[in-house]
């Protein structure tokens, strides 16, 4: 299995709170990225990153930032949770530079805004 | 607008049979096409993949094709087996740094 860790696995707050949550690998890959699944849109980006600082948005990134300091680590904010940020939220990480096209996931985050 | 369409939410296959999913898409920038395997409280496992310069891919039970003139791809899977009953997604790419673009996934029950 792909070396990758996300935290917290679950996770309940209120609206209106920030919410971080963290994705950390230990494949050394550049690519990492965020996404999220709700019942009937399968897995919608986020945003992604593809190297240190180096971030840029996805399909769905209104609501959220991320932020990449460390190769390793790639955390995802949610700057005041909302109800609609209800989802499981996924980190996968790519080792595209080796020319390999697939995406190993993590075990996923389950978040509740109530 | 939707680039990946995976038109069957569900599929029920018997066991031992031979399970079709399908999968379409609009994006003539999709050069390599994935399939992936979710089972429920995980995360997605890659499958199978394509690449945009063949017609076919085999791995063992699994065999992708793929009908670029159609933009239609399908996955097989011969003979089913209990432990298949997941959703699976496929997810296309176009080599881009934003990575794979997901269809909403079919369940697929294995019926024994």
């Known amino acids: 299995d792909a070396g990758i860790t996300q935290s917290p696995r679950h996770k309940v707050t209120e609206t209106g709170t920030p919410v971080t949550l963290r994705c950390h690998q230990t494949e050394n890959h550049r690519y990492m990225y965020w996404y999220r699944q709700d019942p009937g849109h399968g897995l919608r980006l986020i945003h992604y990153?593809?190297?240190?600082?180096?971030?840029d948005k996805g399909e769905v990134s209104d609501g959220y930032s991320v932020s990449r300091s460390k190769t390793e680590d790639f955390l995802l904010t949610l700057e005041s949770a909302t109800s609609s940020q209800t989802s499981v939220y996924f980190c996968?990480?790519?080792?595209?530079?080796?020319?390999?096209?697939?995406?190993?996931f993590g075990q996923g985050t389950r978040l509740t805004v109530v | 607008d939707q680039q990946v369409k995976q038109n069957s939410p569900s599929l029920s296959v018997q066991e031992g049979r031979i399970s079709i999913l399908n999968c379409d898409y609009t994006n003539s920038m999709f050069d390599y096409f994935l399939w992936y395997k979710k089972y429920p409280a995980e995360g997605p496992t890659f499958l199978i993949s394509?690449?945009?310069?063949?017609d076919k891919n085999e791995d063992g039970r699994f065999t992708v094709f793929l009908n670029k003139s159609a933009k239609h791809l399908s996955l097989h899977i011969v003979p089913s087996q209990p432990g298949d009953s997941a959703v699976y997604f496929c997810a296309p790419t176009g080599g881009g740094a934003d990575g794979l673009t997901f269809g909403k996934g079919t369940h697929l029950i294995i019926q024994p």
């Open positions: 394509i690449s945009s310069i063949k």
């Open positions: 996968a990480i790519s080792d595209r530079d080796r020319g390999r096209t697939e995406a190993f």
């Open positions: 990153s593809y190297g240190v600082k180096d971030t």
